[in-house]
């Protein structure tokens, strides 16, 4: 006897449908999977033998193929145990109905207990797609399968609750995204910035940075609050569209990183690998390619503090994705691209010692040490952070002073008025901030007037700047544009974009 039952599968960042077929036979017993399946869909076999036994079934005492169609893609995961079961049910007659327009993804514990799977939220977008009417997920994946409209996300907890919905006696109903909280992923809200005091050139810089979601670097000496600043970071970034939350949650969800319970991202993500993460880690890979640290941040922030500390490779390999927004991840089974749109916001110190240009410490170290330390960081990586900043050490003054800075919600709401006139602006593309804008497009967005133009040529030839140095320059200054609400690029708007990009020319180019 033959059976088919509908599931899903992952292929990068997308799902796509697969159709899990189980044939019994006469001869010797035996169970072999075809369809190119990794060691986990292997072992499912065992599993499902098991929560058969387990759930009252008879598991066929017969020849057993399974083949996972279309044959020519790697399977991975446990996500085929529920599907597999069903067909094995199907295929011995012990299950009648008819599963067409349905899709079952989950695996099996040995007593039929339904279990959690990663990439269920692009897998239920997937099943929608296809045009399948409900799709069964297990409970632990139903917040973020609920939040896909247009398709019933049915949670099962175990085999026996499904046989009950099935059979009519006790029907589940579908999840809806109301029953779920909504996940605020991270743990800084707390940290805000009304607890930095002094600082004003760097808060100031950092709202640039939101504002328009460009690449930041940090320099100062020990304790003058860089890694105090950029924590508070996400208190000030503008809310994440529906769009922008929907693909963090789908990396989050691939990556197996959504708590339990939890449906959409809501904040943006902010990560912060430890210096000693490796390449695949911060860019994504393995043997079952998984997204790394960049796509995780995507839409929100990559946080590497202690940049010389990273390992060049490391660094390194960050330059494409910085440009690209995506990373390809090629394995001999398929190449993956998962995008991976952050904003790089990176802290250092000026030298090992740290006091290098101290206004009352004295740097240690020799010329030589320092230019190695500074050297770890490459001129290509440099020139693809648009703002360089100097964080000097706090005075007494700003410490002891009562009166509080600017609290994040203040600052946030000029960061979103900002962020909407770029979401105006850039209607009907791709295109989301202005960090992003691309060539084509900037000298249409970026209209300056006469003096700011003939400023910017000055700068040009005086800075000795890249053309991609150029391209970013014009973009930051679009934003301070947009966070003064003005329309056309004035010198003084250009004027703080461009001391913005001094910094590498005092420390790296002497
Ligand atoms: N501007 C500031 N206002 C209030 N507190 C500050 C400020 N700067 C630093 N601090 C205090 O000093 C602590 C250390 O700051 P932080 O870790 O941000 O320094 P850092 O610049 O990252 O130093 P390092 O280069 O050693 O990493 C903070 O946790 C905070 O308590
Ligand atoms: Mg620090």
Redesign the pocket.
């Known amino acids: 006897m033959f059976a088919r039952v509908n599931s899903l599968g992952l292929l990068g960042i997308d799902g796509f449908p697969i159709k899990v077929e189980a044939d019994i036979s006469q001869g010797l017993p035996g169970f072999d999977v075809v369809g190119l399946p990794g060691a986990a869909v292997r072992e499912s076999r065992d599993r499902v033998r098991s929560s058969m036994k387990n759930c009252g079934f008879t598991y066929p005492v017969s020849r057993i193929t399974v083949n996972l169609a279309p044959a020519d893609i790697r399977k991975e995961g446990s996500v085929y145990d529920l599907p597999l079961l069903l067909a094995l049910l199907k295929a011995s007659g012990q299950l009648e109905m008819s599963l067409d327009d349905s899709a079952f993804v989950g695996e099996l514990s040995l007593d039929g207990e339904v279990r959690p799977i990663r990439g269920v939220l692009p897998m239920v977008m997937a099943a929608r797609d296809n045009g399948f009417q409900r799709v069964f997920v297990p409970e632990g994946n139903a917040a973020e399968g609920a939040v896909v409209d247009g398709i019933d996300v049915i949670a099962v907890s175990s085999v026996a609750s499904l046989m009950g919905h099935l059979s009519g006696e006790k029907i589940l109903s579908p999840a809806h995204p109301e029953d779920f909280p909504n996940l605020y992923l991270s743990d800084e809200e707390t940290a805000d910035f009304s607890?930095?005091?002094?600082?004003a050139a760097a808060r100031r810089a950092l709202e640039v940075a939101a504002a328009g979601a460009h690449n930041i670097l940090m320099i100062?000496?020990?304790?003058?609050?860089?890694?105090?600043?950029a924590r508070r970071l996400p208190s000030i970034l503008p809310d994440m569209t529906q769009t922008e939350a929907l693909e963090a949650t789908k990396i989050h969800s691939i990556a197996g990183m959504l708590p339990g319970g939890s449906g959409l991202l809501k904040s943006r993500p902010f990560r912060s690998p430890h210096h000693g993460v490796s390449v695949a880690g911060l860019t994504g890979g393995g043997t079952v390619p998984r997204p790394g640290e960049a796509s995780l941040s995507h839409h929100g922030v990559l946080f590497l503090?202690?940049l010389p500390e990273f390992s060049r490779v490391a660094m390194e390999s960050l330059r494409q994705p910085l440009e690209d927004s995506c990373v390809t991840i090629s394995r001999v089974s398929a190449s993956l691209t998962y995008p991976c749109s952050f904003m790089l916001v990176a802290?250092m110190?000026p030298c090992p010692c740290?006091y290098f240009g101290h206004p009352t410490r004295t740097c240690k170290c020799s010329p030589n040490a320092q230019q190695t330390y500074l050297s770890r960081i490459s001129g290509p990586l440099l020139d693809r952070i648009d703002l360089h900043i100097e964080?000097p050490p706090?005075e007494y003054e700003?410490?002891s002073s009562k009166n509080p800075s600017e609290s994040s919600a203040s600052i946030r709401e000029r960061v979103n008025a900002a962020r909407a006139i770029q979401l105006e602006r850039f209607r009907g593309t791709s295109v989301i901030s202005n960090a992003r804008i691309p060539a084509g497009m900037l000298r249409k967005v970026c209209a300056m007037t006469d003096d700011a133009s003939s400023m910017l040529h000055g700068v040009f030839d005086r800075m000795g700047l890249s053309a991609r140095a150029y391209d970013r320059l014009l973009k930051v200054a679009r934003t301070i544009a947009d966070l003064d609400s003005a329309e056309i690029i004035d010198t003084r708007h250009l004027s703080e974009a461009v001391q913005y990009r001094s910094l590498d020319r005092k420390y790296w180019r002497k």
């Open positions: 607890d930095v005091c002094g600082q100062g000496p020990p304790g003058s609050g860089k890694s105090m600043l503090d202690e802290a110190n740290g964080v706090v700003q410490l």
